[in-house]
């Protein structure tokens, strides 16, 4: 039996993981808007069925903005919501996305109770809890698409400064998708030697400061709107390591409850994706100073957190 993966969302990330989902071949694609947008989404998902041929998949797609038609997905991915402008923080969106999640959650509680479900609409950290916290799922079924983003950046741009390979770098970024993130040189290498042994500590400090404003930087290049190809590229591997239960270890904001010291938040942590959600997360032994960066940041999401004005839903039956 085919998978399916519903993307809540048909705007610039749902339209390319719709693409990757179906060139991938992880599943049957249903992409999912508001009524007003159900014709452009249905043109989206024609314009990709016609690109079949080409693309060598036999994925079917089809846009809609009844949640009927997401019955059964394996994966639900959601972008629903605003992107930031020019001048705007994450955070300036939490009113406004804070309301469509719910509204999503509460969907996607009705019609795919079972699906993995990977958030990516901004202020990211605190709409993966709402998501959470209103669907009323098991911690292992939600999880937010940010480390996986910031910790491809921060291999991208060391890939860029050094003239190697980005398949040679490897590295995390710990803690939320904000400016206080915590990229980890010390536990960065490429090829297996030390970032600390081929690159200054200007350098170093440079990557760290570009990695935590890359979304930033992107946002001032468009003027209005936000990255979409790194971030839906993300979220497919997300979602491939749980449909092919592949195992992979990636940075993802997860619900901690006593790892790191953080209880009841999603924060960006190394965490095994397989085909139970969020099998594990990974706990690293961290120097004093990186405690106190990651610190910085929890205090960040929580007060986020602390200002999205929800009601839980029931747990479920
Ligand atoms: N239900 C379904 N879809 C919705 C809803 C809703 N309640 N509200 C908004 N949408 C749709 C919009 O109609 C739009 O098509 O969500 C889509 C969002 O697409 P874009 O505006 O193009 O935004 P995108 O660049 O895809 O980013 C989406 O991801 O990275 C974050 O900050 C970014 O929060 C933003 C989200």
């Not at 990229?183 to 935590?212: N, Y």
């Not at 979304?215 to 979602?239: H, N, R």
Request: charged letters at 25%; a neutral charge; glycine letters at 10%.
């Amino acid at each position: 039996m085919r998978k399916k993966v519903a993307l809540i969302g048909g705007g610039q990330i749902g339209q390319i993981l719709a693409m990757l989902t179906s060139m991938k071949e992880l599943g049957d694609v249903v992409i999912l808007d508001m009524p007003a947008f159900e014709n452009p989404v249905k043109g989206k998902a024609l314009d990709l069925a016609e690109m079949a041929p080409h693309g060598n998949y036999d994925s079917r797609i089809i846009g809609t903005s009844d949640y009927k038609d997401i019955e059964g997905a394996d994966v639900v991915i959601v972008t629903a919501g605003k992107p930031r402008e020019a001048g705007m923080t994450r955070e300036d969106l939490l009113d406004i996305n804070t309301k469509v999640i719910a509204d999503v959650a509460k969907g996607v509680r009705q019609h795919a109770p079972r699906a993995f479900c990977i958030i990516i609409t901004n202020p990211l950290d605190a709409m993966v809890y709402v998501f959470h916290k209103v669907s009323g799922f098991p911690k292992q079924q939600v999880v937010g698409m940010a480390g996986t983003l910031d910790t491809a950046r921060w291999r991208a741009f060391i890939a860029m400064e050094l003239g190697v390979s980005v398949a040679d770098v490897a590295g995390t970024v710990l803690g939320g998708h904000g400016p206080d993130m915590v990229p980890l040189p010390r536990l960065t290498t490429v090829g297996g030697v030390p970032l600390a042994e081929i690159a200054t500590k200007e350098q170093i400090d440079r990557l760290v400061t570009r990695t935590r404003e890359a979304g930033t930087e992107i946002v001032k290049l468009f003027g209005k709107g936000s990255a979409f190809f790194s971030p839906a590229w993300s979220a497919i591997v997300m979602a491939e390591s749980y449909l092919k239960d592949k195992r992979r270890v990636l940075a993802c904001a997860a619900m901690c409850e006593g790892e790191y010291g953080v209880q009841g938040l999603f924060i960006g942590v190394p965490a095994l994706i397989s085909a139970k959600g969020v099998e594990k997360i990974f706990e690293i032994q961290l120097t004093e100073e990186e405690k106190a960066q990651l610190s910085k940041t929890v205090e960040g999401v929580k007060k986020t957190v602390s200002e999205c004005r929800i009601s839980p839903a029931e747990p479920l039956p």
